[in-house]
């Protein structure tokens, strides 16, 4: 992701202290996660990082690019840590565990991007630029397609089950992103509806009905 300098995109620096870019970039951050789209203007954001006008308009053309661009970072961020992990034969929920993990990590390097990512997919607001974000959602599909590929291959998926074993992870992906912003600190394991859920995961893919969550 390029800015207006032509240099790739970061919010926070890895050392050191934080480029001008950085400080608005991460600001930006804060102040759209807090207050949305419409709630957020360039004078709170510049005020915030403690640079003009001018300087933020030297690094984006205006609000609308700056959220785009933090948009597509955002969703790099998610995308690469649901992509990333191996897929492994015979071991359907663990690969599916995966997805959560990678939930989890992103949430542990910055709240905000797994945040940001739910303000623009769950809830987005009237009034928000248009974001074409069909590229990070066909590597998510297909990341979960070869999940199921891989379950029906070792014969732990129905093949009539498919698509709805595939929604049934898409609401639980909601679900944990939703806990990992309410909880803060989360470890797979430690909430037994979604314990629950996962075990229901299995149990449909295997082709049986659907049961009712255990809460005990």
């Given at each position: 992701?390029?800015?207006?300098?032509?240099?790739?995109?970061?919010?926070?620096?890895?050392?050191?202290?934080?480029?001008?870019?950085?400080?608005?970039?991460?600001?930006?951050?804060?102040?759209?996660?807090?207050?949305?789209?419409?709630?957020?203007?360039?004078?709170?954001?510049?005020?915030?990082?403690?640079?003009?006008?001018?300087?933020?308009?030297?690094y984006f053309k205006n609000k609308e690019e700056l959220f785009v661009k933090l948009a597509d970072f955002c969703f790099t961020?998610?995308?690469?840590?649901?992509?990333?992990?191996?897929?492994?034969?015979?071991?359907?929920?663990?690969?599916?565990?995966?997805?959560?993990?990678?939930?989890?990590?992103?949430?542990?390097?910055?709240?905000?991007?797994?945040?940001?990512?739910?303000?623009?997919?769950?809830?987005?607001?009237?009034?928000?630029?248009?974001?074409?974000?069909?590229?990070?959602?066909?590597?998510?599909?297909?990341?979960?397609?070869?999940?199921?590929?891989?379950?029906?291959?070792?014969?732990?998926?129905?093949?009539?089950?498919?698509?709805?074993?595939?929604?049934?992870?898409?609401?639980?992906?909601?679900?944990?992103?939703?806990?990992?912003?309410?909880?803060?600190?989360?470890?797979?394991?430690?909430?037994?509806?979604?314990?629950?859920?996962?075990?229901?995961?299995?149990?449909?893919a295997n082709g049986g009905g659907p049961t009712r969550p255990s809460l005990v």
């Amino acid at each position: 992701i390029m800015s207006n300098t032509g240099e790739a995109m970061k919010v926070a620096p890895k050392q050191g202290p934080a480029s001008t870019e950085e400080r608005i970039l991460a600001n930006a951050l804060q102040q759209f996660c807090d207050f949305g789209y419409n709630g957020t203007s360039v004078r709170e954001i510049t005020a915030s990082a403690d640079v003009t006008k001018p300087t933020l308009y030297y690094y984006f053309k205006n609000k609308e690019e700056l959220f785009v661009k933090l948009a597509d970072f955002c969703f790099t961020k998610m995308t690469e840590k649901f992509i990333g992990h191996q897929i492994q034969p015979n071991n359907f929920i663990g690969n599916i565990e995966g997805i959560f993990k990678g939930l989890q990590e992103v949430n542990a390097e910055n709240p905000l991007y797994l945040k940001f990512w739910n303000v623009i997919s769950i809830v987005p607001q009237r009034g928000m630029p248009q974001l074409d974000l069909s590229k990070h959602f066909h590597a998510i599909e297909g990341m979960l397609s070869k999940t199921l590929d891989q379950a029906i291959e070792d014969g732990q998926c129905v093949p009539e089950r498919r698509e709805s074993v595939s929604l049934m992870v898409r609401s639980l992906i909601v679900y944990f992103s939703v806990s990992l912003l309410s909880n803060g600190l989360y470890t797979l394991g430690s909430d037994e509806v979604f314990k629950s859920v996962l075990a229901q995961v299995g149990h449909c893919a295997n082709g049986g009905g659907p049961t009712r969550p255990s809460l005990v």
